[in-house]
């Protein structure tokens, strides 16, 4: 049984998606089951995106933490 797409780590939900597109591309998918491994994906794929978004945001929210505590107000890019 697999896990609920939201219980998956970011890696985890790669790796399915990863093994589906291979099953497809090599067509050992059943016409039966088809369907049913299209929509795991596009739910991997989503839970991905939403993954990225949310550590982009954090990102980008600790960097302007920093920029804005630079010394000066010196707003020059922080490098990394």
Same mark, same amino acid.
């Given at each position: 049984?697999?896990?609920?797409?939201?219980? *998956?780590?970011?890696? /985890?939900?790669?790796?399915?998606?990863? /093994?589906? *597109?291979?099953? *497809?591309?090599?067509?050992e998918?059943? #016409?039966d089951?088809?369907?049913? /491994? &299209?929509?795991?994906? &596009?739910?991997? #794929? =989503? #839970?991905?995106?939403?993954?990225?978004?949310?550590?982009?945001? /954090? &990102?980008?929210?600790? &960097?302007?933490?920093? =920029?804005?505590?630079?010394?000066d107000?010196d707003?020059t890019?922080?490098?990394?």
């Amino acid at each position: 049984m697999r896990k609920p797409p939201k219980k *998956l780590s970011f890696g /985890e939900a790669v790796t399915e998606v990863e /093994e589906i *597109l291979a099953n *497809l591309e090599s067509d050992e998918v059943d #016409i039966d089951t088809l369907g049913g /491994e &299209v929509k795991r994906a &596009v739910e991997l #794929i =989503q #839970i991905c995106k939403d993954k990225l978004e949310k550590t982009d945001k /954090e &990102v980008r929210d600790l &960097v302007a933490d920093l =920029q804005k505590d630079a010394p000066d107000g010196d707003d020059t890019d922080v490098p990394f």
